[in-house]
Every structure is written in C-alpha cells, then in structure tokens.
C-alpha cells in the first residue's frame, strides 16, 4: 500500500450533477494516493480574492454583509469571485472599489487559502491594500452590506477571540497584522 505523500490520486471518472451560476457539483471517482478507489462529491468554484484595506489612520475598512446562506449579517473584509481569467490581484482590485469605495495604491500577496477541503476546490487569494484613495461604491444587487471602519489592533482581537467568524476574513487580517509586525 502506498503512502499519501507517495504522489497524488486521480480522477478516474467525473459527472456533472449540478451547473449553477457560481458552483458546479460533480460526483467523482477517484483513485487516492493509498491505491483506495472511492466516491466524492466535490464542489467546484472559480476561486477569490478577499483584501484587507488599511486606512493611513491604521484602521480596517470592513463590510457588514447579508448572508442568506448562514442567515444573518456577517462582518468581512471585501472580496468576491474571480471572472473567468481575472488574475487574484485584479480581482481584489476590483472588488475592493466596488464594496468598499476605495482604491489601493499599494497591493501586497497575504497567500492562499482552501476554505473547505473536503468537498470544495474554492481557493481564496489575500492582500493587503494600502495608500487608499477615495472611489465610488458599485453594489451588485446581491450584495447588501455597510462599510465599517476597525482599528487593526481591534479586528485581530476579534479574530484571535472568535468574535469574527468568517474563515477568510479571520485569516486575511492575522496575515495582514503578523506582515505589519514584521516592518
């Protein structure tokens, strides 16, 4: 039997359960790494960006955002889908105009993330945005959400003692505040 860090599984065969506008849903047999053949369903998602926008005054420009999904309101750092061939950092660009008013001047790579491994392929990419200038906000009619301002020390915090619980924006900030220690 062969050990996981051997090579990697592969698709034997893959179907198309569900095509939505944002996700598709397939059912997957694969061949793992241990030579186990089994059966996934696996959510496949175009990928993100999520940025988090640090004000000269070191403070965070958050979203309160409408989740239909979780049922109520969640504060996020601003991020949204990738277009079809959009880079990460254009993406992170654009979405950070469209929810939070503003442009970066200054963009700087926090990483990546997988948001949820075990059924999903959606991997979201993280900034840091600096030297912000004022811009217009451009909603989609999705996107119900205020822009709050948090000092960074205050977000952290939050993300340090659970009070934020969404994964990107817990991430993305402890990234963007460890990278700031490091100046």
Request: hydrophobic content about 40%; aromatic content about 4%; some cysteine.
């Amino acid at each position: 039997m062969a050990s996981p860090d051997d090579g990697r599984g592969r698709t034997l065969e893959s179907r198309v359960r569900y095509e939505g506008r944002t996700v598709s849903v397939r059912s997957e047999r694969v061949a793992l790494p241990n030579g186990h053949q089994v059966e996934l369903d696996v959510v496949r998602h175009p990928g993100a960006a999520a940025v988090v926008p640090l004000d000269a005054d070191g403070s965070l420009l958050m979203v309160r955002q409408y989740r239909h999904t979780v049922g109520g309101w969640l504060l996020e750092v601003p991020a949204g889908k990738l277009a079809p061939g959009e880079e990460p950092a254009a993406c992170a660009h654009r979405e950070l105009e469209e929810e939070a008013g503003v442009r970066a001047t200054t963009l700087r790579e926090l990483g990546s993330i997988f948001v949820s491994p075990g059924f999903c392929d959606e991997r979201i990419w993280l900034f840091l945005a600096t030297d912000l200038v004022p811009s217009e906000q451009r909603l989609e009619a999705d996107e119900v959400l205020a822009v709050e301002r948090l000092p960074l020390a205050e977000a952290e915090r939050r993300a340090v003692d659970g009070e934020l619980v969404d994964a990107k924006s817990t991430v993305a900030i402890l990234r963007a505040a460890a990278l700031l220690r490091q100046r």
